[in-house]
């Protein structure tokens, strides 16, 4: 019903950037979250930030101070401008979208992944 795809990942050299896009699509009444995670080998997935309607934000330590997630309400998308990339920050980023689908009263509520997309930060 929801389907959500990440763009923009690549090959940077440590202190480059990169922005990530997330758009979600489908039978979407409402979004709440929109939240970014990474998975690097050997190591649980993990949480790098989250956006709640259009200016309620939350880092993981590591990315604060040089990642910024925003939002695009208009268009169900969220971005990931990640700056002064280190090459820990090196791992497969995933969108993760709080949805409500269906029609009210009766809607549902469910978290949607994307497949994901690789971040390689090496010189």
């Known amino acids: 019903q929801v389907q959500v795809v990440e763009s923009g990942g690549g090959l940077v050299q440590p202190g480059g950037s990169l922005r990530l896009s997330c758009a979600a699509s489908?039978?979407?009444?409402?979004?709440?979250?929109m939240s970014w995670y990474r998975q690097a080998p050997g190591k649980q997935r993990e949480l790098v930030a989250n956006i709640r309607g259009i200016a309620i934000t939350n880092y993981a330590d590591s990315v604060k101070g040089r990642f910024i997630i925003s939002r695009d309400n208009d268009k169900n998308t969220v971005y990931l401008q990640m700056n002064s990339l280190k090459p820990e920050d090196t791992a497969v980023y995933y969108c993760?979208?709080?949805?409500?689908?269906?029609?009210?009263?009766?809607?549902?509520?469910?978290?949607?992944w994307g497949q994901g997309t690789q971040v390689t930060v090496s010189s």
């Open positions: 489908g039978n979407i009444l409402s979004i709440y979250d």
């Open positions: 993760n979208v709080d949805a409500y689908t269906g029609s009210w009263p009766n809607a549902r509520r469910d978290l949607y």
